[in-house]
């Protein structure tokens, strides 16, 4: 695998990873599937917006 190939793949696993999070941490404070998607799609925006305004 050359490198340019694993950089492409952490990125894409990366990625996913956050929305997944961010979907998780909506579900848990909204309780609210329409939410926790629209939340997926915006994926690390959310996660920053979160360490922001609720991680003291």
Known sequence: MSEKTYKKEVVKKGVSFGACLAM??????????????????????????YLIKYAH
Do not use: D, P, R, T
């Open 24 to 49: 998780v941490i909506s579900w848990s404070l909204n309780h609210s599937v329409l939410w926790a998607i629209i939340h997926g799609i915006f994926g690390w925006l959310y996660v920053i917006y």
